[in-house]
């Protein structure tokens, strides 16, 4: 099926439920944004304080209304409560590609296999029922918590794209490009993420 930007897909396991984001989620998000600063220490967009925050769903909101991304929400079952965000952009429906990214957890939600029960839901979504060949990651190359997290789950390193971001500091920033091939998924990668899976 082709995504349909105005459905609101919700993907859902025994451990998180990621829906669409919305206005609304301010609140939800909102104590990550003032207490957190740190989480957006790679992040070409930041959220940092309630106007940070505004402005972040606002973005990404208004590419969703352009049919250019689709942001969700992430909440923990475990803990029952928001801990993060994360979407779908760069999204190629002629070549059955897009991109995962923008993804951030509040620090004690790290670690947590949280991310692993996300990715395994968003790539199981993109593969098998929008028929999504190629998905792809990318970082700040001295990310290296994020590079260590894409690696586990069974993304192969393709290169480095260079100078080709402005941090929020100003300096220019190396991204790391990873993927999954649809063909990688369904002959391990799906099973090896089922595996890994922490309830």
Known sequence: ???????????????VILRPLNFEDLENLLPFSLHEPQLWNYSLIQAIGKEGLINYIKLA??????????PFIVFDKLNNQYVGSTRFYD????????????????QRFQGTGLNKHCKFLLLTFAFEKLGMQRVEFR??????????????????????????????????RDSIVLSILKSEWENGLKDLLTSQLIK
């Open 91 to 106: 999204i190629q429906l002629n070549n059955k590609s897009l991109q995962i990214g923008y993804t951030w957890y509040g």
């Open 61 to 70: 909101i208004e590419a969703k209304l352009s049919e250019k991304e689709y």
């Open 139 to 172: 970082a700040d190359a001295k990310n290296q918590r994020s590079i260590l997290a894409m690696k586990s789950i069974g993304c192969k390193v393709e290169g480095i794209l260079r100078s080709n971001g402005i941090r929020a500091d100003g300096t220019r």
């Open 1 to 15: 099926m082709n995504l349909q930007f105005n459905e609101n897909y919700i993907l859902e396991n025994d451990r």
